[in-house]
């Protein structure tokens, strides 16, 4: 999807704006200028943030830097979880019995 057509998805979105959330790096697509669905997504973020929520310009790196963050360690425990589901049954209850400490 290119630029004209995700700014036309969102009232109020000026292509100025998502040019210059490109520029600073808040959304990446890809060439800088095909937006896949993951950047359609992080584009309604900071459109909800900056819009809907009155966000500053200046608190959003930092609101995307912790959801990223956030999201970076959702991914890290679900491989976690998996590497634990994969040991035998007695490996499995003695990490589980761990954690309930």
Same mark, same amino acid.
């Given at each position: 999807?290119? *630029?004209?057509? #995700? #700014? +036309?998805?969102?009232?109020?979105?000026?292509?100025? @704006?998502?040019?210059?959330? %490109?520029?600073?790096?808040? %959304?990446?697509?890809?060439?800088? &200028? &095909?937006?896949? @669905?993951?950047? &359609?997504?992080? #584009?309604?973020?900071?459109?909800?943030?900056?819009?809907?929520?009155? %966000? *500053? +310009? @200046?608190?959003?790196?930092?609101?995307?830097?912790?959801?990223?963050? #956030?999201?970076?360690?959702?991914?890290?425990?679900?491989?976690?979880?998996?590497? &634990? +589901?994969?040991?035998?049954?007695?490996?499995?209850?003695?990490? !589980?019995?761990? !954690?309930?400490?």
């Amino acid at each position: 999807m290119r *630029t004209t057509a #995700v #700014v +036309e998805l969102f009232s109020g979105l000026r292509e100025a @704006d998502l040019l210059t959330w %490109v520029e600073r790096g808040w %959304v990446r697509p890809e060439d800088g &200028v &095909v937006f896949h @669905d993951i950047d &359609v997504a992080r #584009v309604r973020l900071i459109h909800d943030l900056r819009f809907g929520m009155d %966000v *500053t +310009e @200046d608190a959003i790196p930092l609101i995307l830097s912790l959801l990223d963050q #956030v999201y970076e360690l959702r991914v890290a425990v679900r491989s976690l979880m998996q590497a &634990v +589901e994969a040991q035998p049954a007695p490996v499995r209850d003695a990490i !589980l019995a761990g !954690l309930r400490v």
